[in-house]
């Protein structure tokens, strides 16, 4: 399907899966940077939400926190996550630093990680990125260095907003993917519909504003918008298990933006390009 305008009008931002060269890192200047979390949680949340969508990441480590921001090679979805630097149990940088990492490769030192264990990182004056995990792993990673450019995020307004459990959102795509690979959502003042059609036939999920399930819903003009399964469904399975809640905003025929609430970590907001009937 084409993605709508809401992603694709924006300043062509190439994809990361095929934008990095493999060089390695020359700092001429000694760099203080290393971030310490409590628990494996948040890296694995972050590292499982990029990588359905990249296969390398850059992360940009600033004074105020660590972020990223990436988009699919096919440019219908993107991914933005902000990690305030309050959210570590420790945190030191300097300067602003740009590290680029093979999401596969970081990701298998991560799952070495048990629930309870502590991750920090750091980077040496030889371009590698050292993890430490718990109270005796320790990893070193070659770094690669990305030639990615800024990804602008869409500017869109929103008409309407709705809020929800991430496990209750999981089982709406559940229930929609049985019937057709895309997911339609319409909003009024007083209620959501999720819907799906598809060969085999059609589904729908109808919830009212009020119950327990909807835990917050503001329409300013009622929405329609169809969105790919495709990219849904791992994106909400990746990050879904550690986000209590999460939010969806769009407009008819816009993209979707739903955030991701994650303890210790600030923001994780995934975007969207709607389905566009040809």
Same mark, same amino acid.
């Given at each position: 399907?084409?993605?709508?305008?809401?992603?694709?009008?924006?300043?062509?931002?190439?994809?990361?899966?095929?934008?990095?060269?493999?060089?390695?890192?020359?700092?001429?200047?000694?760099?203080?940077?290393?971030?310490?979390?409590?628990?494996?949680?948040?890296?694995?949340?972050?590292?499982?939400?990029?990588?359905?969508?990249?296969?390398?990441?850059?992360?940009?480590?600033?004074?105020?926190?660590?972020?990223?921001?990436?988009?699919?090679?096919?440019?219908?979805?993107?991914?933005?996550?902000?990690?305030?630097?309050?959210?570590?149990?420790?945190?030191?940088?300097?300067?602003?630093?740009?590290?680029?990492?093979?999401?596969?490769?970081?990701?298998?030192?991560?799952?070495?990680?048990?629930? !309870?264990?502590?991750?920090?990182?750091? $980077? @040496?004056? %030889? /371009?590698?990125?050292?993890? #430490?995990?718990?109270?005796?792993? +320790?990893?070193?990673?070659?770094?690669?260095?990305?030639?990615? !450019?800024?990804?602008?995020?869409?500017? $869109? @307004?929103? %008409? /309407?907003?709705?809020?929800? #459990?991430?496990?209750?959102?999981? +089982?709406?795509?559940?229930?929609?993917?049985?019937?057709?690979?895309?997911?339609?959502?319409?909003?009024?003042?007083?209620?959501?519909?999720?819907?799906?059609?598809?060969?085999?036939?059609?589904?729908?999920?109808?919830?009212?504003?009020?119950?327990?399930?909807?835990?917050?819903?503001?329409?300013?003009?009622?929405?329609?918008?169809?969105?790919?399964?495709?990219?849904?469904?791992?994106?909400?399975?990746?990050?879904?298990?550690?986000?209590?809640?999460?939010?969806?905003?769009?407009?008819?025929?816009?993209?979707?933006?739903?955030?991701?609430?994650?303890?210790?970590?600030?923001?994780?907001?995934?975007?969207?390009?709607?389905?566009?009937?040809?």
């Amino acid at each position: 399907f084409q993605a709508e305008d809401g992603i694709r009008d924006q300043p062509r931002a190439r994809g990361l899966g095929d934008v990095y060269k493999r060089q390695h890192y020359n700092y001429l200047i000694k760099l203080e940077f290393s971030a310490k979390t409590s628990t494996s949680d948040e890296w694995k949340a972050i590292i499982s939400a990029i990588s359905t969508l990249v296969e390398e990441a850059t992360f940009e480590a600033t004074v105020e926190g660590i972020s990223f921001r990436g988009m699919d090679p096919s440019h219908v979805a993107l991914i933005d996550i902000s990690w305030p630097n309050s959210a570590f149990e420790k945190y030191s940088c300097d300067s602003d630093i740009k590290f680029g990492v093979r999401i596969d490769e970081f990701s298998k030192l991560i799952k070495r990680a048990e629930k !309870s264990e502590s991750i920090e990182i750091n $980077i @040496s004056e %030889d /371009s590698m990125l050292h993890v #430490s995990i718990g109270k005796n792993k +320790k990893y070193k990673m070659r770094l690669i260095e990305s030639s990615a !450019s800024d990804t602008p995020l869409p500017k $869109i @307004s929103y %008409d /309407s907003k709705i809020a929800l #459990s991430s496990t209750r959102f999981d +089982k709406i795509l559940g229930d929609i993917e049985v019937v057709s690979d895309y997911l339609s959502v319409k909003t009024t003042s007083e209620n959501v519909e999720f819907s799906g059609k598809g060969d085999s036939g059609e589904a729908t999920i109808n919830i009212e504003k009020g119950t327990e399930e909807l835990q917050e819903i503001s329409v300013t003009q009622e929405s329609t918008g169809t969105y790919s399964l495709e990219y849904l469904n791992p994106i909400v399975k990746a990050v879904g298990g550690t986000a209590g809640s999460i939010i969806c905003e769009f407009s008819s025929a816009k993209p979707l933006r739903i955030e991701f609430k994650v303890t210790n970590i600030g923001r994780i907001h995934f975007y969207l390009a709607p389905r566009v009937e040809s």
